[in-house]
């Protein structure tokens, strides 16, 4: 009996040690991926020569779609599509020996790829914890329940979600939510929209509208502010957002960003017609959000239960959602998917149904990839993910609160 409880201690550690190991060789194995963490050292060394960054890399992509040829070689240059008032950290981590701020970005990158990890491990309940312990070490290698490279690309919406996702766990565990707005505030420096993740602590405590509120306040002026302040930096930055949505088409895969590709793919305008579509369903999304929010602070289900539906309801009022934005739900998006399935039947079926779903999942993002080489399909697919978790979980929430007697089918426990 010893021996069966050291080793559901130990697999777990052997499967994390596998999935760092294969970090590095999979880098060796693809040393451009990084293309993310390039542009910001790119963008350092535009600030550093003096030079405006978003006229750079612009005038670089310009370069590249005038030369056919080097399509067949290259990759199209990355625009630095972050407000100017983010270059004020540029210029200070620019100051820097290049060797401290190269290595000390990747720890903390690192940081960022493990610590929602450790926090959506605290969702899972007592007898779910066997079984997330096994999953974890998977989970930076299929975000969104899907095996892409995501991790590799060492982009900042790693670090800024670690930030989140830290700060939301004191809100949660100790009701301290002034770290949270500060995170908040800070990252939404980098990416505005995630202003949206404010309606955490207002739909996990009481009386917390106002402090929510002056925090979108006080982002919302950060970023209005900044046109006065770096006008021909501001200039730059909307016309690489253009690029971004209009010739590169990264409209992500929400609701809007996928109706938005589909209309520009038909020809027809997109901004008026997917912005109305957004303020619709996000409306209603906040309302189901608000009425599952009473539910749980009136204690028909605990707060692990809570967790996995919020966050992912939460990210799905980003306008704009990109891979980046899903990659730290992966385990909460598990989480609903074996509370959901096991609830309607039994544990040794649950296991199978669920293995099913993500090889099925997984094998039709691989055709779909192989076939599409905009990739927009398997946006619709990520995008169905996401939705569907979310739609699953509300479903189960509700159950169990008419049904509190009624839960999942547990999971053996170690003995």
Known sequence: ???????????????????????????????????????????????????????????????????????????????????????????LV?????????????????AGVFVPIWVCMQAAEPKERLFIAFLAPAVPFFPGLLQEATLMDGNIAYILY?????TAYLGWRRGQWHW????????????????????????????????????AAAGVALFVVQPWIWPSYFHGFLHALDIEFNLKHGFGVSPAGLLGRALLDAGLPFFTASMIFYLLYALLLFAILLYLSRLFLDGKFSLEQWIPVLATGVILLNPRIIEYDFAPLTLLMALILWRTISSVTSFARAILYCLLFFAAANVIAILLSANDSSYINLARLQGFLLAGAFIAGCWNLLRQARHPAQAAAPLPTRT
């Open 180 to 215: 949270f707005y500060l995170a908040t505030l800070a990252v939404s420096c980098f990416k505005i929209p995630m202003l949206s993740l404010l309606a955490i602590p207002v739909l996990s405590a009481r009386k917390q509208w106002l402090p929510a509120g002056i925090t």
């Open 1 to 91: 009996m010893t021996y069966r409880i050291s080793l559901y201690r130990v697999i777990p550690v052997v499967l994390w040690i596998l999935a760092i190991a294969a970090i590095p060789v999979w880098n060796a194995l693809s040393p451009d991926m990084d293309w993310d963490a390039k542009l910001y050292l790119n963008t350092i060394h535009s600030l550093q020569a003096g030079h405006d960054p978003y006229a750079d890399q612009i005038e670089a992509l310009n370069d590249f779609n005038a030369h056919p040829a080097l399509h067949l070689h290259d990759r199209a240059p990355v625009l630095y599509i972050y407000s100017p008032i983010t270059l004020l950290l540029l210029r």
């Open 94 to 110: 620019g100051s820097l020996p290049p060797v401290i701020f190269i290595w000390g970005y990747w720890l903390i990158y690192a």
């Open 162 to 166: 670690g930030l989140i996702f830290i």
